[in-house]
C-alpha cells in the first residue's frame, strides 16, 4: 500500500482487523519499526481525536509526529494549476507538498469539503494534490468525502462487541443544527460493505447518500423498522447530498433516544452534540459504544502507519 486515503485501499477488511487487535494488544511491539521516522500531521480543519490517536499511533510505533494547523499558521496554499498568484494564495501546493516531504517520511492531511460545489469537492482537490506533488505516502485524515480512518476503526470496534457471526448494523441519520459532511457515512458504509455484516441505512427522504457508494445497502425510510433486531446502531447526521450542503430536515423525532435503540449497542464518530443527535440516557448508559470507538482510533493508524512504513 503506497498510500491510505480510502477505505478501498483495505485489501483484507478481516485481516486488517484481526491485526489492528493483535497491535492493541501489545501496542509497543513495533517501537523500532519508525525510530527516527517523522510523521507530519496537516489540519485545514478542527481536530481532536484524529489529532490525538495519530499521533499516540506514531509515538507507538517509535515515530516522532510534527503538527502544524495548515488554515491558520501556514501561508495560503494555492491548489489551482496555472493560476496568477496575486490573490490570497502565496505558496502553491507544488511548493507546499515537496517542501513537507523534506521534513516527513509520511505525511497526514485533514481537509473537509466546501459543501457548496460538489464537483468541487468529489475531485478531493487538497487530499490528491498533497498525493500528486508530495514524495513520501500520504494519509487521509478525513478528506470531503471520505474518513477512512474512523470507518477502519468502526470495523474493528463492530468485531470486537459482536456477538453473532452476522450481526445487523444499521447506519441512522439524526438531526443536526449544521451542515455536516458525508465523509463519515460514506466510509462506514463502504466499510460495512466489505465486512459479514447485515447491513441498512435509515433516513428521512431527501438525504440519500451517493449512490456509488451505498451500492445495493437497503434504505429504510422508517427508523423504528430499520432498528427492529438491530445489534448495533451507527448514527451521524449528513447534509442531503441531492440538494448538496443543505439542510433539509431537523425533525427531533430522528433523535436517538433509549427507548428506539432497545438492547442495540450505539456508536457516533464524535464529537456529538446531546439531546439534538441523541439523548443523555443512551450516551450516559453501558449500551453507548462511543469511548472504545475513539480509543480504537489509535489502533487503526496504527495499523495504517505500520503498513506504509513497512512499505517505505
Ligand atoms: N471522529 C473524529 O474524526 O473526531 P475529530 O474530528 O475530533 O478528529
Redesign the pocket.
Known amino acids: 500500500m503506497k498510500h491510505y486515503t480510502s477505505i478501498h485501499d483495505i485489501d483484507d477488511i478481516n485481516a486488517w482487523i484481526e491485526e489492528a487487535r493483535l497491535l492493541k494488544a501489545n501496542p509497543l511491539k513495533y517501537l523500532e519499526l519508525g525510530r527516527n521516522k517523522v510523521l507530519g500531521l496537516l489540519f485545514f480543519n478542527?481536530?481532536?481525536?484524529?489529532?490525538l490517536s495519530t499521533q499516540k499511533a506514531a509515538l507507538n510505533l517509535g515515530m516522532n509526529p510534527i503538527v502544524m494547523n495548515v488554515s491558520g499558521d501556514a501561508w495560503g496554499i494555492e491548489f489551482g494549476d496555472g493560476t496568477i498568484m496575486n490573490g490570497t494564495t502565496a505558496e502553491h501546493i507544488k511548493e507546499a507538498a515537496a517542501v513537507v516531504s523534506q521534513y516527513c517520511d509520511i505525511i497526514a492531511v485533514r481537509a473537509f469539503p466546501t459543501l457548496v460545489d460538489r464537483v468541487r469537492d468529489e475531485r478531493e482537490e487538497v487530499l490528491k494534490s498533497f498525493v500528486k506533488y508530495a514524495s513520501v505516502p500520504i494519509v487521509n485524515m478525513?478528506s470531503a468525502t471520505a474518513?477512512p480512518l474512523?470507518g477502519l476503526t468502526d470495523a474493528i470496534t463492530i468485531s470486537e462487541y459482536a456477538k453473532t457471526q452476522r450481526p445487523k448494523v444499521v447506519l441512522s441519520w439524526a438531526p443536526h443544527i449544521k451542515a455536516l459532511p458525508h465523509a463519515?457515512a460514506n466510509s462506514f458504509t463502504q466499510a460495512m460493505r466489505k465486512m459479514e455484516v447485515e447491513f441498512l441505512i435509515t433516513h428521512p427522504e431527501g438525504y440519500e447518500l451517493n449512490k456509488d457508494i451505498v451500492g445495493d445497502t437497503p434504505i429504510i425510510y422508517n427508523q423504528e423498522d430499520a432498528f427492529k433486531k438491530a445489534d448495533f446502531v451507527y448514527v451521524k447526521n449528513w447534509s442531503s447530498y441531492s440538494d448538496y450542503g443543505k439542510v433539509l430536515n431537523s425533525d427531533p423525532n430522528w433523535m436517538i433516544t433509549k427507548e428506539k435503540l432497545g438492547n442495540a449497542k450505539f456508536m457516533h464518530?464524535?464529537?456529538v452534540r446531546r439531546n439534538v443527535i441523541v439523548e443523555d440516557a443512551v450516551l450516559d448508559s453501558a449500551h453507548s459504544l462511543v469511548i472504545q470507538q475513539a480509543n480504537n482510533r489509535t489502533y487503526a493508524a496504527q495499523l495504517v502507519l505500520k503498513k506504509l512504513l513497512e512499505n517505505l
Do not use: G, I
Not at 478542527?46 to 489529532?51: A, D, I, N, W, Y
Open positions: 478542527s481536530s481532536l481525536r484524529t489529532r478525513e474518513h474512523q463519515v464518530c464524535l464529537p
